[in-house]
């Protein structure tokens, strides 16, 4: 059995939230993720728009990663 997803870059554990979106913003086959932090790192935005998204994907009740 595999163990928990962590982080590529600064190696903490992932959230199903990290996961889904770095799979809806990034690549739908990745097989390697970065937490929300490091995401918001790499796309130049930070946490917040990341987490807005997330709450506007979970709310819209359309995307099947965040059910």
């Known amino acids: 059995m595999a163990g928990p997803r962590i982080?590529?870059?600064c190696r903490v554990p992932l959230q199903t939230d990290d996961v889904a979106i770095y799979l809806k913003l990034v690549s739908r086959f990745a097989q390697d993720f970065l937490c929300i932090d490091c995401l918001g790192v790499k796309l130049n935005c930070g946490r917040?728009?990341?987490e807005k998204l997330i709450?506007?994907?979970r709310a819209s009740g359309k995307c099947v990663l965040f059910r």
């Open 7 to 9: 982080c590529t870059s």
């Open 48 to 50: 917040e728009p990341i």
């Open 55 to 57: 709450q506007h994907y």
